[in-house]
């Protein structure tokens, strides 16, 4: 397995010291090339397993492996997009992109790379925007790009498409997806939305609520492009929603549990 993960428990202390397990028991295995998408209610530890996997947050016990390798702190092998782009404003979209190519090659070797990733997504007629002079969605497709001037093996993407309309996140569907096919980058993506999760994966990993565990492990056997596919989608819609449900029902009664005794 190219990502493997046996065992993995996250504990911290909450603000009045008691510990609170945000993880629990966490196995998982995904293949090389495989784009897998962790699904789940707000608070079930998504992206803290993502934040582990990436080196910028450690596991309490258990093993967290990347190619074979014990995964301890960020490295060159996994690139992250996160739910906002974080671009530099003082930077334009050409060097925001090779910022961090700088140590690894010469600048004109880097502002090719960039421009080899910016055509990818689109950008190429802007080289030499500002950040503020771009849409949020277009904003993101920086971020993407210059995670993948990196030339990562792994692509790690928390929530990069939750703050857009649904419009632009349909365009960047396609996007994300033809990069995909192309790059067979290993991609772990993390969202809310369970129509994109079925639009862009393999396997969708469903995770319940607190404290985070697998609650199902989903294949996506049906052939791109998916939209053309209506019937099989909502099949797996509905299975993904009877998991999901008694997640729900179980914070609902938690909730009404907690407001009864306080």
């Not at 450690?58 to 974080?86: C, H, L, N, W, Y």
């Not at 920086?142 to 993407?157: C, G, Q, T, Y």
């Not at 596919?229 to 997640?247: C, D, S, T």
Request: proline share 4%.
């Amino acid at each position: 397995m190219f990502i493997n993960i046996e065992g993995l428990n996250k504990h911290f202390n909450d603000k009045d010291g008691q510990p609170v397990t945000v993880l629990k028991d966490i196995g998982l295995s995904i293949e090389k090339g495989e784009f897998v998408s962790i699904l789940g209610p707000s608070g079930c530890g998504k992206s803290t397993l993502l934040n582990i996997v990436a080196g910028l947050d450690s596991a309490s016990s258990g093993v967290v492996e990347a190619a074979g390798k014990t995964i301890k702190k960020p490295g060159k092998d996994r690139g992250m997009v996160f739910q906002q782009a974080a671009l530099f404003p003082w930077l334009n979209v050409l060097d925001n992109v090779t910022f961090p190519l700088k140590k690894e090659m010469s600048k004109k070797d880097a502002a090719e790379q960039a421009k080899k990733y910016l055509q990818m997504v689109q950008l190429s007629n802007y080289l030499h925007h500002y950040p503020h002079e771009l849409s949020g969605g277009m904003q993101q497709r920086v971020a993407i790009a210059r995670a993948l001037a990196m030339n990562p093996e792994i692509l790690l993407m928390d929530e990069p498409f939750g703050a857009l309309d649904e419009q632009t996140r349909s365009r960047l569907h396609i996007q994300l997806e033809q990069i995909w096919m192309d790059t067979k980058k290993t991609v772990m993506f993390v969202t809310h939305s369970i129509s994109e999760s079925i639009k862009l994966s393999d396997r969708i990993i469903v995770m319940g609520t607190r404290p985070g565990t697998i609650i199902a492990d989903i294949k996506v056997d049906i052939p791109r492009p998916r939209e053309e596919h209506k019937e099989e989608m909502i099949a797996i819609e509905e299975e993904i929603m009877v998991h999901l449900k008694k997640e729900i029902d179980k914070v609902v009664s938690e909730e009404l549990a907690y407001e009864a005794n306080s």
